[in-house]
């Protein structure tokens, strides 16, 4: 005998991806605009999450995710294993290209490095484990935003990130990989690919980068590419 979902448990969790998608804590009406349902019943389901200890109501009175989603995100990094199946390919890349090679996931309306092997050069400080990169600009961050559900880029682009244009993200589709847009008087340089996992779902990219200045797009491109095939391979089950 098959199991039915509980369809509301399915609707706070709604309500809770909505939460989590803004860029800043949200007000009731804000959240429940987002999940087409009357302010009464989203009131419930937030209640529901902050007895639950995944949401909190700030002194303004809007709604945001708890610390315990960090927790969650570790967890679910660590039971994946994702690092580790990236650990070698990573090391891999730096020796292949004397550049940095980096693993992003999403984190909000962001892209956050999460493991890092770096290269002999010198990059700038706050591209480290940690930090957050812009998805309109940076290489990582434009791979998760063009592999994002529609419903996702939506809920962006209404909350006001920004996001790359639709030419800019089917150049990426098309070719596989990302450039980085940022430039400046220290400028660094990136390509990055997407990481799929079973379901064909993008839960992750891949990245080169290093001064721009010696950079070679097009071999880093090419190995990057690579890579990522064989991390995707091995997350369908295949062994690489």
Known sequence: ????????????????????SAVRPVGLSEVARA??????????????????GLVEQTEAGAYRLTLRMVRYANAAMEQANLGARVADVLQDLVSESNETASLAVLDGPEAVIVRRVESRGVLRADLRVGAHLNLKLTAMGRILATHATTAQRERWIESGTELPDAETMQKIRDEGFAVSGVTGPRSVSAVAAPIFDERGDCVATIALSGPTAGFELKSCATLIVAAAERINARLKGDTQ
């Open 35 to 52: 999940v087409g349902e009357a302010r009464g019943a989203t009131l419930q389901r937030l209640v529901t999450l902050i007895e639950g």
């Open 1 to 20: 005998m098959s199991v039915r979902p509980l369809s509301s448990v399915l609707k706070s969790l709604t309500v809770l991806d909505a939460v989590a």
